[in-house]
């Protein structure tokens, strides 16, 4: 019964989906097409229309790339359970998303790695590095650009009283309202502008975090900031000897 319920709720997320995802890829597509008729117009000018012409391309490659993201976040709804599951260690799925992020966060704040020992996981490397890209790329957003050294998104690993397997995303930005916190998990749920958020982020975080038997949590206060804490269960896999817990490390990188 639990497992049938589970997927209903499958279900009716993808239908949520399907019924705004039209919405969501009409503006960049119109977009896309507007500017790729201003390349032809362009070029029609000859070569003094070149430059012109080549802002237009960017511009319309800008609209692909959106779609192209919308497509790819909308994949992991229907994507199978089971495909890609391996013994994970925590910090090698943080790493990569940390990289990708961290230029992107520079403008903005200092970026504070703190690793501790989390235990293994069974779990989607894939998806959990999603999960930790959209975690940072939220954090980063809710910081305005022009202060870093008043910023500070800062990443921490480890394990909680239960063992499981912690990843603390906090950031120093705008925090939320009790009403925006109820919301955040709905489907294409955004306050962001039109072209910097499609709602969709979290509600792909939550049901990946779930499906690996986890749980996400936020905490946030206006003006002050917010927490994600992401919480997985440790793998049942006495083949794994588990290492001693070293003491954590604090680096900035940023
Ligand atoms: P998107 O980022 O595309 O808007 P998400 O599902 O990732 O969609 O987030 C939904 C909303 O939750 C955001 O629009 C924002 O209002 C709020 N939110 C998420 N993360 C943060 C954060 N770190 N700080 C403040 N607000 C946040
Ligand atoms: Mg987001």
Same mark, same amino acid.
């Given at each position: 019964l639990q497992a049938k319920l589970i997927s209903a709720e499958r279900i009716a997320a993808v239908g949520t989906l399907a019924a705004g995802v039209g919405h969501e890829i009409n503006n960049p597509l119109a977009y896309l097409v507007l500017n790729l008729e201003g390349v032809a117009q362009s070029l029609e000018q000859? &070569? #003094?229309g070149l430059a012109e012409a080549r802002a237009r391309l960017d511009a319309a490659r800008e609209g692909a790339e959106r779609i192209r993201v919308i497509v790819r976040d909308l994949k992991v709804f229907s994507r199978q359970e089971g495909e890609d599951r391996a013994m994970l260690d925590v910090n090698a799925v943080v790493v990569p998303a940390l990289r990708m992020a961290a230029h992107a966060v520079r403008p903005r704040a200092r970026l504070v790695e703190e690793f501790g020992n989390p235990p293994r996981v069974m779990g989607s490397e894939s998806r959990l590095g999603q999960v930790m890209l959209n975690l940072l790329v939220n954090a980063l957003q809710a910081i305005p650009e022009g202060s870093p050294e008043r910023h500070e998104v800062r990443v921490r690993t480890g394990r909680d009283d239960s063992g499981r397997a912690l990843v603390e995303v906090s950031d120093t930005g705008c925090g939320m309202s009790p009403s925006v916190q109820a919301r955040i @998990?709905? &489907? @294409? @749920? #955004? #306050?962001?502008p039109s072209g910097e958020g499609t709602g969709l982020g979290l509600a792909i975080c939550q049901q990946i975090v779930q499906s690996h038997g986890g749980e996400l949590r936020v905490r946030s206060e206006e003006g002050q900031g917010t927490v994600f804490t992401v919480l997985l269960p440790a793998a049942q896999d006495a083949g794994f000897q588990e290492a001693p817990e070293p003491e954590a490390s604090a680096a900035s990188v940023a």
């Open positions: 000859g &070569p #003094t @998990f709905d &489907p @294409f @749920f #955004t #306050t962001k």
